[in-house]
């Protein structure tokens, strides 16, 4: 145990260093950009599962039974620990067809100026557990909050739902918010009879009202209250800022005074603006996605993302999953990165006509910030494709749109800024939002959210380690500060074949981020890539490694065998996008999931003199890749249907071999299994990341039964877009004994 306390000390030492370094950095990011006298927000979209995600709402779909539960319990959360006065109000998301209806989203807002918004969280549903409300309670609150508002004689109009027109479930009570005033309306001439029936479906009452029966001058706004799942539900109609926050504060007085607790909050948040900050959770394919608020400053963003994790984490959410082959990954869902500028400002993107065409021309010089940070889902059919991954003119064009957008001039046209990249920014099948770079929502007159400044970074994954994921955002908001100091104006690099073959590696991933943090010092930015350094070996881990040593020169009476390593790690790979196929009365298109890719880099070069790497017999070809040399090994994983190659078997697991060019004899030997060794099926996913790690290395096995053996060495071909890798799809089966 003594000697434990001073290597503990040492490393809370080199921890606080550290912190101090990025800090530094992250300071010389703001000072820059004060230099600059640009105006720079950041944002992001971190997604969270459960511990032990289950069901299809934690792999597919978007809504499912626990979903809601967590965001609830993840909002009261955050205000317990560092949102103070915030209230939560559940609102509808994103609705895409096929699906009935609108995704839901919570939101946490506050008031920017520190006065409480709500300021009993009690008064809130905290959890999705049924309650035991009947309507008399939403009588008595709908009525105390006509009260509240100085409508007392206002007409409340009972609710029931048009299957069972006599049963009361809720009240509806016209409101409108005009120049500080509150008032209402009389329904009655139009919608006669007893308790109004809702248009049927399954959302809330104030959704649902039969607002076609009013004539035109009539007050088409309102509040509803009704008891949904044996809860108070209480509808906030649309509002400016002012009335929403009167409206709140009314009604937070009248359930105090009534003393209802576990209400529901649902309905319009009023428009963006500034006096109000808003955090979302939103309910997406598999992951439960959190929309930050805008954050002035990276330290802003790093204390959100910190404070965030440590919410979540202690409601048992997590932003990793394990798979059942043992590797540890991000939880599939997108973190973007989001930049824009203060509302109320020009967009820094508008005010500096050279910095969108910069962050272009970068990102495309920079394959490693497409491959680094993004999931396993990559490549021209993903969510995040590349400029060159979409068309095959997108290049060419776009070095126009660029040349364009510098010459626009200040102010900019906004609207032709806008269509200069709309139509190029996009994905093969001219989806807009599913780019790399997206600019949905940097002028689009399409969406009512559209025009708000920003682009949005996607080729990012959410990472367990809030610090890891912040530092993330310090790197890009470095290379966005960096660009606006100093425009960059290289030509496309037209990549061809290499783009995959190349930076689908490892090492050459590592190379072209050491390049930035070498570019980002150039211009007084001391963002050290050492600093990534774990968190590449996270996305790339090590599956295995022959120690090997080089023998002493016998020319050289003092030289002594040199020590050297061949290292394998996992690589990326793309999933190719298949052709249409009939589904259930429709078609639809699935994703070649079927090949997998390694690396293998020898820390000499000068071992590839004596020694080769043979993967299923057949010879590898290493490129230099500085003080190390590199190559790629692609095969075949799994046999699936449909799949593109259906008569290339699989090639799991691979036999790797390091062979003596003098003897040709096998010197060192492992295989690499793709799932189980022992050939059983993983039953479930591994419940803890210790569980993980130990499926994950026991697919290296130790190969000693070839050691010795015999090699012939066939000559192959390398082709142009396969210089780096090894694609055994390309060459026959061989033996693997």
């Not at 330290?299 to 394990?322: H, P």
């Not at 053996?709 to 026959?732: C, H, K, M, N, V």
Request: hydrophobic share 40%; proline share 9%; aromatic share 10%.
């Amino acid at each position: 145990m003594p000697k434990a306390k001073p290597a503990a000390r040492a490393r809370r030492a080199a921890a606080a260093t550290l912190s101090r370094q990025i800090a530094a950095c992250g300071a010389a990011v703001e000072a820059s950009l004060a230099r600059s006298d640009l105006a720079l927000t950041m944002g992001g979209e971190p997604t969270f599962v459960p511990l032990d995600p289950t069901g299809a709402e934690w792999s597919t779909a978007a809504l499912g039974p626990t979903k809601l539960d967590y965001a609830r319990r993840l909002a009261q959360r955050l205000i317990a620990a560092s949102h103070p006065g915030a209230v939560v109000l559940e609102t509808a998301g994103k609705h895409y067809p096929g699906e009935p209806l609108p995704r839901w989203t919570v939101l946490l807002q506050q008031r920017a100026d520190g006065q409480p918004l709500w300021r009993d969280p009690s008064l809130l549903k905290a959890d999705d557990k049924p309650g035991r409300r009947r309507a008399t309670t939403a009588r008595q609150v709908i009525q105390k909050l006509a009260r509240n508002l100085g409508l007392k004689s206002a007409p409340i109009r009972q609710l029931s739902e048009a299957a069972d027109p006599l049963k009361v479930t809720g009240f509806v009570l016209p409101i409108d918010h005009v120049e500080g005033t509150w008032r209402s309306d009389d329904w009655r001439n139009e919608i006669c009879g007893g308790p109004i029936p809702l248009i049927p479906g399954d959302s809330a009452a104030g959704l649902r009202l039969p607002l076609g029966q009013l004539g035109a001058k009539r007050l088409r706004r309102a509040t509803t209250v009704e008891i949904k799942h044996g809860c108070v539900t209480i509808f906030v109609p649309p509002l400016m800022v002012e009335g929403y926050v009167e409206f709140l504060a009314r009604l937070e007085a009248a359930l105090t005074d009534l003393k209802v607790t576990d209400c529901v909050l649902t309905g319009y948040a009023p428009p963006p603006d500034p006096r109000l900050t808003t955090l979302g959770f939103a309910s997406d394919p598999g992951v439960l996605e959190i929309n930050l608020a805008p954050c002035a400053t990276w330290a802003d963003y790093d204390e959100q993302v910190r404070g965030l994790y440590a919410a979540a984490t202690a409601i048992g959410l997590t932003a990793r999953k394990l798979q059942f082959n043992g590797r540890e990954t991000g939880t599939g869902g997108g973190a973007h990165l989001v930049f824009g500028g203060p509302p109320g400002l020009y967009s820094p993107f508008f005010a500096f006509s050279h910095l969108l065409p910069s962050v272009i021309r970068y990102l495309q010089h920079h394959p490693a910030l497409s491959y680094a940070f993004t999931g396993l889902y990559m490549g021209p059919s993903s969510q995040a494709p590349r400029i060159d991954e979409s068309t095959y003119e997108a290049l060419y064009e776009l070095e126009i749109a660029c040349a364009g957008a510098e010459k626009l001039g200040l102010p900019p046209n906004l609207e032709q800024f806008d269509l200069l990249f709309r139509d190029l920014l996009m994905d093969r099948s001219g989806n807009t939002h599913r780019a790399e770079l997206s600019v949905d929502k940097l002028w689009n007159p399409f969406a009512g959210n559209g025009r708000l400044g920003l682009i949005e970074l996607r080729a990012f994954e959410s990472h367990p380690d809030a610090a890891t994921l912040s530092l993330i955002g310090l790197f890009l908001r470095a290379i966005v500060t960096r660009l606006a100091a100093d425009p960059f104006k290289a030509p496309f690099v037209r990549w061809g074949g290499e783009l995959h073959d190349r930076f689908f590696l490892p090492t050459f991933i590592w190379q072209d981020l050491a390049a930035i943090a070498a570019d980002l010092a150039d211009h007084a930015i001391p963002f050290d890539v050492a600093w990534l350094r774990s968190y590449w070996e996270w996305r790339f881990p090590r599956v295995g490694a022959f120690k090997l040593t080089l023998p002493a020169d016998p020319d050289q009476p003092k030289a002594r065998p040199v020590p050297f390593t061949v290292t394998f790690r996992q690589a990326l790979e793309a999933w190719p996008l298949l052709g249409e196929s009939p589904n259930a009365g429709t078609v639809s298109r699935t994703v070649d999931a079927s090949c997998d890719r390694i690396e293998a880099c020898v820390s000499d070069p000068a071992a590839l003199a004596s020694g080769l790497l043979l993967v299923n017999g057949y010879p590898c070809e290493f490129r230099s890749a500085g003080d190390h040399a590199a190559c790629g090994v692609r095969y075949r994983a799994f046999q699936l249907n449909p799949a593109l190659h259906p008569h290339v078997p699989v090639h799991a697991p691979l036999l790797l071999e390091w062979v003596d060019r003098a003897t040709l004899t096998v010197v060192a030997a492992a295989r690499w299994h793709v799932w189980n060794p022992a050939g059983d099926p993983y039953t479930a996913r591994p419940k803890t990341a210790a569980e993980a790690q130990a499926r994950f290395t026991a697919r290296w096995q130790d190969w000693p039964h070839t050691i010795g053996q015999s090699r012939w060495i066939p000559a192959i071909d390398f082709p142009p877009e396969g210089q780096y890798t090894l694609d055994l799809r390309r060459y026959p089966a061989q033996s693997r004994a």
